[in-house]
């Protein structure tokens, strides 16, 4: 896996410079056209340009369709380059895209929010939500680079940051004790990015390296995201009430953090401070008792589950996880009124 | 690669007797419905089945979002199995649908036409035709295993063999000159079916474990079928003229055989004995001048091209085969010509 974190104006042409490729696609939304792209431009040769509409709503296989058929238009030939420049959707589909197109040409990452830099960009997932159903159609694969540049945070609207940093606080509750101290000390404003972005890249590298298609200890990356994805799809019904990934993961990890705790799992202490700092970051999601049921369901589309039985990955102490763990419908529940109270 | 060759009574057991699959589903379409899936039914523990419409026109994106959809309606987790009960859009489509649900689950390919058989479900090629380009969305993956079973060849339309035997000559052209004198000694009804299968597996097997993803050596495999596709894409459109694949395939030999005789890379005595042989089993597809272009302009999608120039995989003896030959659009209109005379 390469992931490189630099200024893309050293790294683009480096890494250009050695590979050939028969042509260039550079894949962006409305978004990284106006903010991000004008940083690249000048770095490529000739290339064309797929812009398709931001958001995750969008991340569907109407959209594939038609970057499919613009990279059919374009001839791309087997030895041709496709190059994601923006956040998790540009990434995640575009890579599918590429992966697929032909039976899978080259693709480079250009992760341009936090959440895509800390998170979507490392690790080879590709994929696209299908009715309703987040990620639910994809394959693992790994692209030729992934080059981090975090001068793109700057372009960020704040709660585009704000979610990006659940990953942050994940990668450390799950594997760096030491460093959920430094970053719990700290506000939102105050965090020192590219160390963080530096250090979440390698926490979830190592992890990777160690089991690329997630038969095991890869599982512990998916912490807060069972509750998390549930709740996220749940509400990405509703526009009004539609959460960042991010905002979802965080409110899943105090859910499944809980868990963890009536399980014995780590002490009352742990589950406090990371109640206290999460609320304090991102407050609390309104849910009614109404959205229980709806979430409860949706956990059993999770692909982690193993014969209908929902398995979490839950801490068992500061900075360590454990996977594949049993958890009952009554479990979750009493997660989800513990979140709620 | 695990592909076995006997009756799928033993083999299908076996197979199922050292996996463990939290459920299990058989994609079929209406004709193995009919006529194999009988045969398999009471091999398997409890199971679902997906069906759907026979033929290449539904090897398509809509036809895989009614498989996903089944899939998730069936509630299956990344521990479930696909069994895949058909031809080469059973195969090559449900292949797809399974690498790419969940990220992937297991699949088991079940080949019941010839083509299939010796071809299809061999060298993890799998994948969909997208707006009248053929297998050009799609992945490199291997099912857990593939099961042949010659008994399904006795199921078969004789037109469906005979697409099929097209695989056979090629695997003998490009790699076994003996196997050639052989089998051009017999008519379509005379062969040996069960031989034939058996060194057709294993002439692909070979060349496929050197080259898994088609850098190389795999490309010989092509040999037929860069005009072969091409021509059959072009004939698609036209439900009256529409050839198998294999049609499309065996008159590509032809043509490709004499370019090849023009680049002096065989005698004319080894173009006769193809063309002489092709024709008498498959006759001369009806063309006219008026379809040269078209077909022509299509070889420009062809999945091993570069840089806009088609390579072709061309013989350079009887039973042997070179690839990633430069050919001008004018070799190609000459080939064409020669067929037509």
């Given at each position: 896996m390469f992931v490189q974190i630099s200024p893309l104006t050293e790294a683009l042409p480096a890494f250009l410079s050695q590979h050939t490729y028969s042509s260039i696609v550079v894949l962006v939304d409305g978004n990284t056209k106006r903010h991000c792209y004008p940083h690249v431009k000048n770095l490529l040769p000739k290339h064309k340009l797929i812009t398709i509409r931001a958001g995750?709503?969008?991340?569907?296989l109407a959209v594939c369709e038609t970057i499919w058929q613009a990279m059919t238009d374009a001839q791309l030939d087997r030895h041709a380059l496709l190059i994601n420049l923006g956040g998790g959707v540009i990434g995640d589909m575009g890579g599918f895209c590429a992966a697929t197109y032909k039976r899978g040409i080259d693709f480079v990452q250009l992760p341009t929010t936090l959440l895509a830099q800390v998170?979507?960009?490392?690790?080879g997932k590709l994929g696209i939500d299908f009715h309703g159903f987040k990620n639910h159609i994809g394959v693992f694969n790994y692209p030729a680079a992934v080059l981090i540049d975090?001068?793109?945070?700057?372009?960020?609207p704040e709660r585009e940051l704000r979610s990006g940093f659940a990953e942050v606080i994940k990668h450390c509750l799950i594997a760096d004790a030491a460093q959920w101290k430094t970053i719990r000390r700290r506000d939102l404003g105050d965090q020192n990015w590219p160390e963080l972005v530096n250090h979440s890249v390698e926490v979830k590298k190592k992890i990777v390296e160690q089991d690329p298609t997630e038969?095991?200890?890869?599982?512990?990356?998916?912490f807060g995201h069972t509750l998390g994805h549930a709740l996220e799809t749940h509400l990405l019904a509703n526009p009004a009430r539609r959460l960042f990934h991010g905002e979802a993961v965080a409110a899943g990890m105090i859910m499944e953090a809980s868990i963890a705790y009536r399980k014995k799992m780590i002490e009352s202490s742990v589950l406090e401070q990371i109640e206290e700092y999460i609320f304090s970051i991102y407050g609390r999601v309104k849910l009614t008792d109404a959205d229980l049921e709806p979430v409860l369901e949706l956990t059993?589309?999770?692909?982690?589950?193993?014969n209908g039985q929902v398995r979490m990955a839950l801490l068992?102490?500061?900075?360590s996880c454990q996977y594949d763990i049993a958890v009952t419908k009554t479990e979750m529940r009493q997660a989800l009124e513990f979140y709620l109270e």
């Open positions: 995750e709503a969008n991340k569907n998170d979507a960009s490392v690790g975090t001068v793109f945070l700057s372009t960020l038969k095991g200890i890869r599982k512990i990356l998916n059993l589309q999770d692909k982690k589950n193993r068992n102490g500061l900075g």
